[in-house]
């Protein structure tokens, strides 16, 4: 399957992308991922990248789009994808319908993760990451490590996201409205979108999400 998640900051996107990715044997496509591992290795698309997720902001599509698209070709896009922060605009939406009409494929389906402002403030200012490997996530409220400040999986230093701040969480949750909000309508008018509540426990967001991609099919 072909897929794109869409939904604000702290939706539950990358928790979600890992379990569905698993289930449906897809690689997790994550452009943050990807930014955050070429800033923490210090390569030249990271330092371009880093002024602007540092200051939560979109970073420019000429950066972006050819990153996402050389990722999906690396996973041999015919077999399948899940996209979780890309597109995230109505250009990146475009751009990616033509690398996919290109290769002769289409997307399967878009998710649409919804939950309220209050609750994605709370999930944000708890989230803590792993120095090691971005994919062992944990909130200090809602699934915290056994030892405070190390990660279970490995060890690990955890970490606190430079844009996770309050103020920069009000500048993604903008750019969020004005900017990603427009590629649901885009992707509805394809028929594409299945919106899901994010709210409840992350198996139970999981099984909804695993019933609406059915249901698409
Ligand atoms: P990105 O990394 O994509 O950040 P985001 O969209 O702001 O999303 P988050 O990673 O904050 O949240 P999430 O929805 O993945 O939630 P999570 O699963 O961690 O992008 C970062 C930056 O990179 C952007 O600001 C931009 O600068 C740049 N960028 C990326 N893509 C770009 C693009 N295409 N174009 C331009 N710029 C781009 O969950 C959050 C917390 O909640 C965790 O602690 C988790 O444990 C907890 N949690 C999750 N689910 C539940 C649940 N059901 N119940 C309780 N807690 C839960
Ligand atoms: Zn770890």
Redesign the pocket.
């Known amino acids: 399957m072909r897929i794109v998640l869409v939904?604000?900051?702290?939706?539950?996107?990358?928790?979600?992308?890992a379990f569905l990715a698993k289930n449906l044997s897809i690689p997790h496509i994550?452009?943050?991922?990807l930014?955050?591992a070429n800033i923490s290795q210090g390569t030249e698309l990271g330092r371009k990248?880093k002024e602007?997720?540092d200051?939560?902001?979109?970073?420019?599509?000429e950066i972006?789009i050819g990153m996402?698209t050389d990722r999906m070709q690396q996973s041999d896009a015919e077999n399948g994808f899940l996209l979780?922060?890309?597109?995230?605009?109505v250009g990146?939406a475009e751009a990616l319908d033509v690398f996919l009409t290109d290769a002769g494929i289409g997307l399967d389906a878009v998710l649409d993760?919804e939950v309220p402002e209050d609750e994605v403030v709370k999930?944000?200012a708890?989230?803590?990451l792993c120095r090691n490997n971005d994919k062992h996530?944990?909130?200090v409220d809602?699934?915290p490590p056994q030892a405070e400040g190390v990660c279970d999986v490995c060890g690990g230093e955890l970490y606190q996201?430079a844009?996770?701040t309050a103020e920069k969480v009000r500048v993604?949750l903008e750019?969020?409205h004005s900017k990603t909000e427009p590629i649901i309508d885009y992707y509805k008018q394809q028929g594409l979108v299945q919106t899901i509540s994010?709210?409840?426990?992350?198996a139970?967001?999981t099984a909804r999400a695993m019933e609406a991609l059915r249901a698409g099919e």
């Open positions: 939904g604000p900051p702290g939706a539950g996107k990358g928790t979600q992308a994550s452009t943050g991922d930014f955050r990248a602007y997720t200051a939560g902001l979109l970073v420019p599509d972006t996402a979780d922060g890309f597109p995230r605009n990146q993760l999930r944000i708890g989230r803590r996530l944990f909130h809602y699934s996201r844009d996770d993604r750019e969020y994010a709210l409840g426990a992350v139970d967001v």
